[in-house]
């Protein structure tokens, strides 16, 4: 099961600003690099969506350097625009008739429900919702 987290953005990301920040330096020499890439990392650093502060900005980005720029909005998220989306995975076990325990059943049910997209969608600087068609095709994996 999958409601959509943006919690955090994959060590991918992070791995690629050392290595583009240790690339940048090396021509100073390697303790240089090193140090120049500790503090481009500790400089950079990725923050959950909606935890925006005065002292924390969020930056937009782009495939291109023409844009467009996405800074990651819940509708930009939702629409599969924000390239570090992320989704939070719910596994049930299936028992031998392919059924899937009543109590996980009912869980993933509410999840799926109006009712449970709407308590996401309420809380704040959280979780963002799945969209219609996302809620639709989880919910067909239930049956048996």
Do not use: C
């Not at 987290?5 to 290595?19: D, E, K, L, P, R």
């Not at 899937?100 to 309420?122: F, M, T």
């Amino acid at each position: 099961m999958t409601t959509r987290i943006t919690q955090q953005v994959g060590a991918s990301f992070g791995t690629a600003i050392v290595a583009v920040a240790l690339q940048s330096q090396l021509a100073h020499g390697a303790t240089s690099a090193f140090q120049g890439a500790f503090w481009w990392a500790a400089g950079i650093t990725v923050a959950a969506i909606g935890r925006e502060t005065p002292l924390i900005k969020q930056v937009a980005v782009s495939d291109t350097a023409e844009g467009p720029f996405i800074k990651g909005t819940a509708a930009e998220v939702q629409a599969d625009k924000y390239p570090y989306g992320r989704y939070l995975y719910f596994y049930a076990r299936r028992e031998a008739d392919g059924h899937i325990d009543p109590v996980a059943k009912d869980y993933l049910e509410l999840l799926l429900s109006k009712e449970g997209q709407e308590i996401i969608a309420s809380q704040a600087d959280g979780y963002i919702p799945l969209n219609a068609t996302e809620v639709a095709a989880e919910r067909a994996k239930l049956a048996p």
